[in-house]
């Protein structure tokens, strides 16, 4: 059975820190992918890939989210705050080139609470 609402991965947190104690960095790090996974069921986002840098590829990770169905204004806002090739409209992907750091599923998660800002101001 897995966890499919927020109450639940709060229980499951609460419960294995009265158990165990303090989270060693892998169980937090199973947290947070667990949080990223319902924020982005949440949000109509079924696909995050972490495409890792590679010697004579790319520098730096790049992180691809889909689909996220952006209105025109929003994808222009995008454009600008993450560049002009951030946003593919056929494909409905965001691509964004991140830190090694940026990769992770807490940073991942201040991503996507950033990319719903955006598109949050972009409507009002």
Same mark, same amino acid.
């Given at each position: 059975?897995? !966890?499919?609402?927020?109450?639940e991965l709060?229980?499951l947190?609460?419960e294995w820190?009265?158990r165990y104690? /303090?989270? /060693? =960095?892998p169980a @937090?790090? %199973?947290?947070e992918?667990?949080?990223?996974r319902l924020v982005?069921i949440?949000?109509?986002v079924n696909?995050? !890939?972490?495409l890792?840098?590679?010697v004579g590829?790319r520098?730096? /990770? ?11 204004? @929003? @994808?222009?806002? !995008? ?5 002009s090739r951030?946003?593919d409209e056929g494909?409905?992907?965001?691509r964004?080139e991140?830190?090694?750091?940026g990769?992770?599923p807490?940073?991942? %998660?201040e991503l %996507? =609470?950033t990319?719903?800002?955006v598109a ?5």
């Amino acid at each position: 059975m897995g !966890v499919t609402t927020f109450d639940e991965l709060h229980d499951l947190r609460d419960e294995w820190l009265d158990r165990y104690g /303090p989270l /060693p =960095a892998p169980a @937090q790090g %199973l947290l947070e992918l667990g949080e990223l996974r319902l924020v982005c069921i949440e949000h109509g986002v079924n696909s995050v !890939v972490v495409l890792p840098a590679r010697v004579g590829i790319r520098t730096k /990770p790049v992180v691809k989210v889909a689909p996220l169905d952006l209105s025109f204004s @929003q @994808q222009m806002r !995008v454009r600008r705050t993450l560049g002009s090739r951030a946003y593919d409209e056929g494909t409905k992907e965001l691509r964004v080139e991140v830190s090694n750091e940026g990769a992770t599923p807490h940073a991942l %998660l201040e991503l %996507l =609470a950033t990319l719903v800002a955006v598109a949050e101001e972009a409507n009002a």
